[in-house]
């Protein structure tokens, strides 16, 4: 196996190692005014949802796959005195916090918490003003005076158990994400410390894309199909422009990739990623949403000479994928089968975003059973997990998963 630390050359190759995170108080910290702000139509119950997370992480375990956890690698990157401050600093300089008495609270707040993995689930679950002790007239300043009757001093991040969209492993390296919107682009500082402080990782990943860049890129939309093709979606959440600038960079370092096809689809909230509406599943076969056949655009992306060519494909896309793959022929599983209200449903219900663990072997939500018997009757194995909580933050199998390691084809 790859001495390298970071090693993901498929979707389906036998997943080794998977970056996962459990959800916390985060969730707790939803209420219904604020839902659309946060990403959220509606409130898991964190007993259930975390009994779900659970229940998946020991299914991965079940079948050989080593499980780390976000909170736990980032408390670990946290490796000294200064770097633990310098953390802080840079969290409290992210979290648009309103007041300066206000801040120098919360900073205080977190410096006293000793433990490294309780001080990075503090910062996950967000600040209530009502934790923070009264602050004296004499000390306030104008922003503090009049601000409004919101709740929150730093907001939570409940999306962190979609481990797939704050950065992305591409083959040996990692793609460190700008997110689409403010409540999610936080995020992205755990991954910064991981690759930079953590003793397995640090100065070991070539970064393939910035947090600090102007443009947005998630890694739902960012797919490794081969270890010659990448497929980028460019969608709701996802700008061409950061996919030619990924791209550059991924050719330039010989992260080891030949050619990318670029998936233009609907650009909304019920196909807010690639992945929502399309896995791959095996060697030969893809589970993909029907709504998006008829729109779809697909373009394929090469560099030569220090330039990006691109060129629009045209043609069925079941041959694009098997001319790109090597293979004879390509199946595409449409979810919900040829019914539009099951596809419909069981799309909204994540029964697109599937987590391949090994060829033909699947992570799946049980609640899918229409696409799943489809899934099973085309010699497919399925491991179907609970997710009636984890569900409602709109995000399945792969979306809660980050592969560190998998095994070569």
């Known amino acids: 196996m790859s001495t390298h630390p970071i090693h993901v050359f498929s979707e389906i190759g036998k997943l080794k190692k998977v970056l996962l995170h459990r959800p916390g108080k985060e969730i707790e910290n939803l209420m219904p005014d604020y839902l659309e702000r946060l990403l959220f ?21 079940n079948e050989g796959v080593e499980v780390l956890y976000l909170e736990k690698l980032a408390a670990e990157s946290l490796i000294s005195p200064e770097i633990r401050e310098q953390f802080i600093d840079e969290y409290l300089e992210e979290a648009n916090i ?4 206000t801040k120098k609270a919360i900073r205080k707040l977190l410096l006293a918490i000793e433990d490294s993995k309780e001080l ?19 000390e306030k300043g104008l922003t503090d005076l009049v601000e409004s009757s919101y709740p929150f001093a730093i907001d939570p991040m409940p999306n962190l158990y979609f481990t797939r969209d704050p950065f992305a ?42 947090r600090c860049e102007s443009t947005r890129i ?8 081969s270890k010659d093709v990448l497929a980028v979606g460019i969608s709701q959440r996802t700008d061409a422009a950061s996919i030619e600038k990924l791209l550059v960079n991924i050719f330039e370092k010989n992260i080891g990739f030949k050619k990318v096809l670029a998936f233009e689809f609907a650009n909304n909230r019920k196909f807010m990623h690639l992945d929502t509406v399309f896995t791959m599943v095996d060697y030969d076969k893809f589970t993909i949403h029907p709504e998006i056949e008829g729109d779809l655009r697909v373009f394929s992306v090469t560099y030569e ?3 990006l060519h691109i060129e629009e494909e045209h043609g069925d896309l079941a041959d694009l994928l098997a001319a790109n793959l090597g293979v004879e022929k ?56 609970d997710g009636s909580e ?20």
Request: proline share 5%.
């Open 98 to 101: 309103r007041g300066r008495a």
């Open 41 to 61: 139509d509606d409130i898991p119950f964190l007993e259930d949802a975390q009994k779900e997370h659970d229940a998946f992480a020991q299914a991965l375990r």
């Open 305 to 307: 000479n220090q330039e």
């Open 120 to 138: 990075v689930e503090k910062t996950m679950a967000g600040v209530q003003k009502c934790e923070l002790p009264a602050i004296p007239a004499e």
């Open 390 to 409: 984890l569900v409602r933050g709109r995000g399945g199998p792969r979306c809660m998963s980050m592969p560190f390691e998998r095994e070569d084809l």
């Open 218 to 225: 998630e890694g739902g939309d960012e797919l490794v199909l």
């Open 330 to 385: 390509v199946e595409l599983i449409r979810c919900g089968g040829d019914n539009i209200v099951a596809a419909g449903r069981e799309q909204w219900n994540d029964g697109s975003n599937t987590l391949t663990i090994a060829p033909g072997v699947v992570v799946v939500y049980k609640r899918n059973t229409i696409t799943n018997a489809i899934l099973e009757s085309k010699g497919l194995r399925l491991i179907k997990i």
């Open 169 to 210: 492993t591409i083959g040996n390296g990692v793609s460190l994400n700008r997110m689409y919107s403010e409540t999610r682009n936080r995020e992205t500082i755990y991954g910064k410390y991981i690759f930079s402080y953590h003793p397995d990782y640090a100065g070991k990943v070539p970064m393939v894309y910035d």
